[in-house]
């Protein structure tokens, strides 16, 4: 039988820790979740690899690594609503709510949603909830938010996202250029947000945040 406590440490030990993420809170949470509850059956046995995994429906479940380094750069605290922007089969949202006070993960595949609703619960995540809904619209009914994790890649990011975040409050986004992506850090300041780069990592661009084609006459 697979001994996946022992693969959740190898991940935090090989995966997390060397990429200098120290803070207990985060390496905490990525002890306690079960990783492997939230990737579809047949992959179980691949859930603590190094890479992102392919869910379906053009989601992805990002590495520990880059999420760890997300959840890092944006140090959330104990106190602060989060939105969680396709969020799959409810990982991400999972790990997020033993840091904040509340998650609201935002899923725009129905079976996804159910599957990932049910997987919260299983694992105690009671403050957490799953918005079914299209992933540009977020979840304003439930905002606004001190912090927004976006799990995919992103060409362009919808403002109707950004109008969600409370000032002072930051956003996570990696950034995608052709095969390159970049993690950014947003700041929002009034009207304004300014982007900070945190490092770079890459994932497939999620349904609505590609770039719109230009046309030329």
Same mark, same amino acid.
């Given at each position: 039988?697979?001994?996946?406590?022992?693969?959740?440490?190898?991940?935090?030990?090989?995966? =997390?820790?060397?990429?200098? =993420?120290?803070?207990?809170?985060?390496?905490?949470?990525?002890?306690?979740?079960?990783?492997?509850?939230?990737?579809?059956?047949?992959?179980?046995?691949?859930?603590?690899?190094?890479? #992102?995994?392919?869910?379906?429906?053009? $989601?992805?479940?990002?590495?520990? $690594? +880059?999420?760890?380094?997300?959840?890092?750069a944006l140090d959330i605290q104990s106190d602060e609503l989060?939105?969680?922007?396709?969020?799959?089969? *409810?990982?991400? +949202?999972? =790990?997020?709510?033993?840091?904040?006070?509340? @998650?609201? *993960?935002?899923?725009?595949?129905?079976?996804?949603?159910?599957?990932?609703?049910?997987?919260?619960?299983?694992?105690?995540?009671? #403050?957490?909830?799953?918005?079914?809904?299209?992933? +540009?619209?977020?979840?304003?009914?439930?905002? %606004?938010?001190? @912090?927004?994790?976006?799990?995919?890649?992103?060409?362009?990011? %919808?403002?109707?996202?950004?109008?969600?975040?409370?000032? *002072?409050?930051?956003?996570?986004?990696?950034?995608? +250029?052709?095969?390159?992506?970049? =993690?950014?850090?947003?700041y929002k300041r009034g009207e304004q947000i300014s982007w900070?780069?945190?490092? #770079?990592?890459?994932?497939?661009?999620?349904? *609505?945040?590609?770039?719109?084609?230009?046309?030329?006459?």
């Amino acid at each position: 039988m697979t001994d996946f406590a022992e693969r959740r440490r190898m991940m935090v030990d090989t995966q =997390v820790r060397p990429s200098d =993420v120290t803070k207990y809170p985060i390496i905490e949470a990525l002890l306690a979740v079960p990783r492997e509850e939230f990737v579809p059956d047949a992959q179980r046995e691949g859930a603590y690899a190094d890479r #992102n995994m392919d869910l379906g429906g053009d $989601r992805t479940l990002i590495e520990a $690594r +880059t999420l760890a380094k997300m959840l890092d750069a944006l140090d959330i605290q104990s106190d602060e609503l989060v939105l969680d922007v396709g969020c799959g089969l *409810g990982y991400s +949202t999972a =790990v997020a709510a033993r840091l904040a006070v509340m @998650v609201i *993960g935002v899923e725009e595949d129905e079976t996804m949603s159910v599957d990932a609703q049910t997987q919260l619960s299983e694992v105690g995540a009671d #403050n957490a909830i799953v918005h079914v809904g299209p992933l +540009t619209d977020g979840a304003a009914e439930h905002g %606004p938010y001190d @912090v927004i994790l976006v799990q995919g890649g992103v060409e362009e990011l %919808p403002d109707s996202l950004l109008a969600q975040l409370k000032d *002072g409050g930051r956003i996570a986004v990696i950034f995608m +250029t052709g095969a390159l992506g970049e =993690v950014k850090i947003g700041y929002k300041r009034g009207e304004q947000i300014s982007w900070r780069f945190a490092f #770079n990592a890459g994932a497939a661009v999620l349904p *609505g945040f590609a770039r719109k084609p230009e046309f030329a006459l």
